[in-house]
């Protein structure tokens, strides 16, 4: 089966969000198989959004991400990675549905709750980002 790489942000840790949001991955049958409360560097922030480089709100963004505690996690199950981005929603939590997690928790663009990756390929490259010893 698949593994996606999930990350709460660090408005998702400080609001108390973990709980709720593991809980949500559970039901939906994707198991927890690693998870990790850390504090990124601003040099692992920029490999991660690495794709955003060019955006405006780049240096914004890997303020934001290192601000505070995340809660990294590995999830896996069938289709794993599509199934997580469903459960999160779409970026804009102002666009994402209620019933997602950003749609019913978020209101910011940029504090927008969780990450997920979106692709196998990325979650293997983020799942050896984060936890260096973990084989995809
Ligand atoms: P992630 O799961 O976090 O990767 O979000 P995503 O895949 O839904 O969106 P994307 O990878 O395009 O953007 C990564 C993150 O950059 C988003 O989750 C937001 O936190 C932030 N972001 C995206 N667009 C904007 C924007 O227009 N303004 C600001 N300030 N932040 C943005
Ligand atoms: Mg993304």
Known sequence: SEKAFVMIKPDGVKRG???????????????LVRAELMQLSSETARIHYGHLQSKPFFQELVDYITSGFVFAMIVEGKGAVKNARALIGPTNPA???????????????????IHGSDSPDNAEREIKLFFRSESA
């Open 95 to 113: 666009e994402a549905p209620p019933g997602t997690i950003r749609g019913d928790y978020g209101l910011d663009v940029e504090a927008n709750i």
């Open 17 to 31: 969000l973990i709980g709720e949001i593991v809980g949500r991955f559970e039901r939906k049958g994707l198991q």
